[in-house]
């Protein structure tokens, strides 16, 4: 009998070895990396500067842990990954917008 690839995928073989679920925690820690960065890159004089920081820490230890080999659960990097967006959310919503400042630059000089 020959196996063709489709019967790999959709005959358990990616189920029996959970690539599935390997692959798709390599893409969740790729993506708490770069949030990583992201978050890194917040001003220090933001209000949410000091809670991305403690966020960070947590990523960091989440990502060491999977670089060992140990398994890190679903839901904590699921987790991990909403705190990470909800904080660069909140703090993208505190940034002056440019138009404005422009605009009240050119306020400043018309009086």
Do not use: C
């Amino acid at each position: 009998m020959v196996t063709r690839p489709a019967d790999l995928v959709s005959g358990g073989f990616l189920k029996r070895y959970n690539i599935g679920v390997l692959s798709s925690q390599m893409e969740s820690l790729q993506l708490l990396r770069l949030l990583t960065a992201r978050l890194e890159r917040l001003s220090v004089d933001s209000h949410w500067a000091r809670r991305a920081s403690g966020l960070r820490g947590n990523i960091l230890k989440v990502l060491e842990q999977a670089d060992a080999g140990e398994t890190v659960a679903a839901e904590r990097l699921a987790m991990l990954t909403e705190s990470a967006f909800s904080i660069l959310r909140r703090a993208a919503g505190v940034i002056p917008d440019p138009e404005d400042l422009n605009r009240k630059k050119a306020d400043k000089w018309i009086e």
